[in-house]
């Protein structure tokens, strides 16, 4: 059913490896009011459990979603998959293992009168996290710095949460949809979209109206704590590389994350450290993904060598 004073919005839920609450994601999904237009569930899992199977093809049968299997699993592509499927002209984008208030949906929508905004930050509620003081810093490391658990409204920010943001699906398309070069784990992707809608000039709101509970179920999902064990070495650092390469170079940040932040997250984790005569492939596996990342940006050398420099210096302004 579609409101005929509101854009049509969709929700799509990229899945991977969840089950039961998954099942609880859709249901609460298809119980807002107002609902939206359209469900998609971009299913990467390879096979569900039964239960979640029959659900999810009865819902699909029913109309009720659309489900989608999408191969092989690459959150980015998962997200394209969702923005060349929808038809509809605002979607929401949301994790498989939230828990949504009633009117969640019209929460987001309500800042699409505002013909200039792009995109949608939603405030993301972590259950083991306090709300963060708020402070200012270069727009460039809202992906860093700016608290998506925030409860103040801010205009012209350069970040959203992957597992809660709505886009205005013919503006994005514009700038190219999300990036499948991110590759490995599904890390700094969102943090890429967001900071390519803000150099194009396209508003993003954070809204902590719109506001959902991340519930970080352990099993399925892309964390890197499940990952890494599944990864070659070189894929646990590549999302971090890449985006630094991409958005942050060649300012002090990208020293920083190369030389120490990086260093420190990926040769230096834990399990190697614990085990040091892996440290050296480790440190072998990260010089090799900073020359496939460089060279895959030279290659599209659009992606830093020409952007805009009108807001590389730009800083924020909270409170709005």
């Given at each position: 059913?579609?409101?005929h004073d509101r854009p049509s919005v ?311």
């Amino acid at each position: 059913m579609q409101f005929h004073d509101r854009p049509s919005v969709c929700i799509a839920i990229p899945t991977y490896n969840r089950e039961s609450v998954l099942v609880e994601t859709i249901r609460q999904v298809l119980v807002q009011n107002p609902p939206a237009d359209e469900v998609l569930v971009i299913d990467q899992t390879v096979g569900h459990e039964p239960q979640t199977e029959t659900f999810l093809f009865n819902e699909d049968k029913c109309g009720r979603i659309r489900w989608i299997k999408q191969g092989p699993p690459n959150l980015p592509a998962a997200r394209n998959r969702a923005l060349e499927e929808t038809n509809c002209e605002i979607l929401i984008f949301i994790d498989d293992d939230v828990e949504l208030p009633t009117g969640f949906v019209e929460k987001h929508l309500k800042n699409y009168s505002n013909p200039k905004v792009v995109s949608v930050a939603g405030r993301i509620v972590q259950p083991w996290k306090s709300v963060p003081t708020m402070k200012t810093w270069p727009r460039i490391m809202d992906h860093r710095f700016f608290p998506l658990d925030s409860i103040e409204r801010v205009e012209g920010v350069a970040s959203f949460g992957g597992g809660n943001h709505s886009i205005r699906v013919h503006e994005f398309k514009k700038i190219g949809g999300y990036d499948n070069n991110y590759i490995g784990w599904a890390y700094r992707e969102d943090s890429d979209a967001s900071i390519r809608i803000w150099k194009a000039d396209g508003m993003i709101v954070f809204d902590p109206d719109a506001c959902l509970i991340h519930l970080g179920v352990p099993s399925g999902g892309c964390r890197l704590e499940v990952n890494k064990k599944l990864l070659p070495e070189w894929k646990v650092s590549f999302p971090a590389t890449y985006f630094a390469i991409r958005h942050l170079f060649p300012t002090r940040w990208f020293w920083y994350d190369l030389l120490i932040g990086n260093v420190r997250r990926y040769i230096l984790r834990k399990d190697n450290v614990f085990r040091p005569w892996r440290l050296p492939w480790a440190l072998i596996s990260y010089g090799y993904s900073f020359l496939l990342a460089m060279r895959l940006c030279i290659n599209n050398s659009n992606h830093f060598f020409n952007e805009p420099h009108h807001k590389k210096h730009r800083t924020g302004q909270v409170g709005r």
